[in-house]
């Protein structure tokens, strides 16, 4: 059996997310190893996260790997560094791995996601392509002109994957980001068109179970308007199948309904005060306010890279 396991990448501001997220690979019965890398910052505190996994430093890669986010980083202008580190999971020792960002919750024992990855490079369960790119680029018509009819339909979220340790991959990746440089107009500057131009370029041959034949549920958190919803929806004939919830498209609330996963791993006393926490700062305005200055504060930085 090769040796596989699970990456993530998280820092003190991420903790409560990786907390429930490790919660919900261990709650599904998933046993695989689970490695940390610091994102930067202030590093992890909480002890069941440290209890779980192994950190693992970005020094503890290969200079190839660091030499990589490096050389990502350069082109990647609106991507923060440490969301780079995701990538120097090709760079691990384990032949097949998953990495997951922390603003997901694991419904199903992700052990069992590695049966459908052989003969495969990158193996993925989202509805990304459904978006027509217009998340990856700012000019997505000129990847079906340079790619071919039907690239948009490849695209995956890079939050959640399972891949194989491949010096060919990263080798695409690097053209990727060589491909970044001389397309500049295209693309979007972050690592998920990063990831679907790379897969483009070295012809990958992927999976996602979100389409026939398998035709696993959305992933995407915004698409139930409550658990209900989600359990009406996996209960439908025939019954449906669902690897996890992505929390993606900007840092969820906590007050909507489906973010009842999101603190699946708090006690009763802990959940109810965080709730009564985010509902005083929901009713009093004050998470608007905050979402509205982060959106103008990342408007501004990223106008300042570009000068």
């Not at 609106?78 to 760079?91: E, Q, S």
């Not at 922390?102 to 392509?129: K, M, S």
């Not at 948009?152 to 491909?179: C, E, I, N, Q």
């Amino acid at each position: 059996m090769s040796a596989r396991g699970i990456y993530l990448v998280a820092n003190a501001r991420s903790e409560k997310q990786c907390a429930n997220l490790v919660y919900s690979i261990r709650n599904a019965g998933c046993g695989l190893p689970i490695r940390l890398i610091p994102f930067g910052g202030k590093p992890v505190q909480s002890d069941f996260i440290l209890n779980e996994v192994e950190i693992c430093p970005i020094e503890d890669f290969s200079t190839s790997g660091q030499e990589l986010v490096n050389e990502l980083a350069e082109v990647l202008k609106d991507c923060p560094h440490g969301f780079l580190y995701r990538f120097l999971a090709w760079f691990g020792d384990w032949d097949e791995f998953l990495y997951s960002d922390n603003d997901i919750v694991a419904l199903t024992n992700w052990e069992r996601l590695f049966q459908w990855l052989p003969g495969y490079d990158l193996l993925h369960a989202d509805e990304e392509y459904t978006t027509w790119g217009k998340y990856n680029y700012d000019q997505p018509e000129k990847i079906e002109e340079i790619f071919g009819e039907g690239g948009l339909l490849s695209a995956m979220t890079a939050g959640h994957f399972l891949a194989r340790r491949d010096p060919k991959l990263v080798g695409d990746l690097r053209k990727a980001a060589r491909w970044f440089q001389r397309n500049p107009a295209i693309p979007k500057k972050h690592d998920q068109a990063l990831l679907h131009v790379a897969s483009l370029i070295g012809n990958w041959k992927m999976l996602n179970l979100c389409k026939p034949p398998h035709n696993w549920l959305s992933s995407w958190a915004g698409d139930y308007k409550n658990p209900l919803a989600l359990i009406h929806a996996i209960q439908a004939e025939p019954l449906k199948r669902i690897s996890h919830l992505h929390f993606s498209g900007g840092v969820p609330v906590g007050t909507e309904p489906t973010a009842d996963f999101l603190s699946a791993n708090l006690d009763p006393r802990q959940r109810i005060v965080h709730l009564t926490t985010l509902g005083v700062l929901e009713l009093g305005g004050w998470i608007t306010v905050r979402r509205r200055f982060r959106q103008i504060r990342n408007g501004l930085r990223r106008r300042w890279k570009t000068i």
